[in-house]
């Protein structure tokens, strides 16, 4: 990460933290200067992350967080401004994949499941945006990026719905925040070897990945540079975008 762009004294958060791409974006925004909260409804495993950068000299912190819970995120973002002083980076990375993309009908699928899809995929960014919102509203300056998917553009039922409306609300948080200086983008991954992503999807899938896409899949750490280029200020004319990260899955002509 020696040319990755340069953090320092920027303050991040990180959702979802606790493992696979979340632990390694935590760890790419550490690495590149910033000081990191990362923040996991299972703090064990935030807390198992963080020390792990902060034995290495990095400023990390863990936080337990339900992104569903409109107070639990507004804890979150308080203890990252009183701990390291303001708030200037939101990685809205938590959310259900695996227990959703086996879900295969869309009329038979348990309401529960849906509702609770819905929760943290879709309303828990927006939660955790609304935030931080108001730290970065005092800086005039701040960065936010929700984790899509590839699966956004494609039939990929409830897991899909959600992150496609992850990338509207991209769009529409882009539009109404520029004014205070705050930039919202998105990467939309594709398979990525994790225990919720290549590792937990169905064999069908995989094979079907493998057969169909140019580089079907990828490690958590190949999305740490399109993370770092949108938190940066090398991206200070971008807002509103979605980046694919995703082997040539998604084709745009």
């Known amino acids: 990460m020696t040319d990755a762009p340069q953090l320092d004294g920027k303050v991040a958060i990180v959702t979802g933290a606790g493992g696979g791409i979340g632990r390694a974006y935590s760890r790419g925004l550490a690495e590149a200067g910033a000081a990191v909260v990362l923040a996991d409804v299972n703090i064990d495993s935030a807390t198992a992350a963080a020390d792990e950068l902060t034995a290495e000299g990095h400023r990390a912190l863990a936080v337990a967080v339900d ?102 609300m991209t769009v529409s948080l882009a539009r109404e925040l520029a004014p205070f200086g705050i930039r919202v983008n998105a990467i939309a991954p594709g398979m990525v070897n994790t225990e919720a992503g290549s590792i937990a999807s169905p064999p069908e899938l995989k094979e ?23 938190v940066s200020s090398g991206s200070d004319w971008v807002t509103g975008h979605t980046l694919n990260i995703d082997g040539g899955w998604v084709v745009r002509v």
Do not use: H
């Open 208 to 230: 079907m990945v493998k057969n169909a896409i140019p580089f079907p899949f990828g490690e958590p750490e190949e999305l740490i540079p399109g993370l770092l280029y949108l």
């Open 67 to 168: 992104v569903r819970d409109e107070a639990s995120t507004t804890e979150m973002a308080a203890t990252a401004a009183g701990r390291f002083g303001s708030v200037d980076i939101l990685v809205n990375n938590a959310g259900l994949m695996a227990e959703v993309v086996g879900e295969g009908s869309l009329t038979t699928m348990d309401i529960d499941l849906w509702n609770r899809t819905l929760a943290v995929n879709l309303t828990g960014p927006l939660l955790c945006s609304r935030a931080v919102v108001p730290y970065m509203k005092e800086r005039g300056y701040g960065k936010i990026v929700n984790q899509s998917s590839s699966g956004a553009f494609m039939a990929a039922q409830a897991y899909g719905i959600t992150k496609l409306g992850l990338v509207s």
